[in-house]
């Protein structure tokens, strides 16, 4: 067995999607004063490698907390959509490019989309014309009823709120952020468990992929 | 396969360790203000159901997002102090009370401690004589090398200091307030992977138990 971290690290000051709060995470207590380190950290729910709750779109949609577990933990696969290479400023995500991989676009399918993004997460420039799904591509998962759909983009398209609200109204979670993508092979287990805020929209989650290996 | 939550909520305001940071999740933008939900959330390292690593109270300690995550997820035994009921306020666990379940207690084992004492989490009593390791039961865990002790106490000891040092000492990972034990076999698979907070201390966990069931 090997594990994959697929998360981004979460630190002080990183930039966060414009508008949201900036990260904080600072020394609350120290050894040398109190005998003890501990930290107060204070972010926006989809800070870095985060999971969004129907709830961050739609006013009856389900709460993270909520979400059954069975949902976030099994068999995914990877949909490598610039093999080797990474998707340009600005580039477009429409149908014709995920019907390439429609196999994996099964009901109820863990689906997670590189396009090589990630290597900006750290700076303004993560959020800054990443690779987007066309309103049409977004329909077109929906339409597929996956259960999940994870990304290294900070969020699945340039235009968010059509496009959420097309994913996460035919209930398809979003993983947004995740790293590490190029270390994967196509077919691995996710585990992708969210920080437990009740009755909210989303969290910061510690998402990792398990392979199987011959040992 | 079966999934069991072993994380408490965490909730705006709920109680904290006496001295940490009291939990804020407030709403950051709303649905009917700015056309999305997100919240702000601002707490301690070591708030509702969360992982200590030895940073927390060794210098030279690891930090959490160093911690491989191979030790985080595996096999685990309960140990079940209380079979049925609870250990009451102010109940101390000795080496002899350890001694009966001695083989749980192998070089690398994960081996969560039940104690019913998860009861009266979200309430200050949650804090208030929670049973506790005497130093010679914390020093007798330390000395087998385990790799990971979990309780559903808030701290190992009413004494955290030296119970804390020996057991991070010894690079036994701490994982503090799990819920939900009384629901879990004696043997299962857990994932306890922890918030990415680069360079510090402990994080919360959402902590999950992993069944093997007959289909």
Known sequence: MKLIDLTHPLTDGQPAFPGDPVPRIRPFATLAENGYNLTRFAMGSHQGTHLDAPFHFLR????????????????????DLAPGGALGKGAVITPGMLQLHASAFEPGARVLLRTGWHEQFGSPAFFDGYPSLTIEAARWIAARKIGLLGMDM??????????????????????????????????????????????????????????????
Do not use: M, W
């Open 60 to 79: 009856d949609g389900g709460t993270v907390d909520r979400i059954p577990l069975e949902r976030l933990y099994g068999p995914a696969t990877l949909v």
């Open 154 to 215: 900070p969020s699945p398209a340039a235009d968010p709120a059509e496009a959420h609200q097309a994913l996460l109204g035919a209930d398809v979670l979003l993983l947004e952020a995740v790293a590490n993508l190029a270390a994967l092979p196509r077919r691995f287990t996710l585990a992708a468990f969210p920080l437990k805020l009740e009755g909210r929209d989303g969290p910061p989650v510690r998402a990792v992929a398990i392979l199987d290996e011959p040992s």
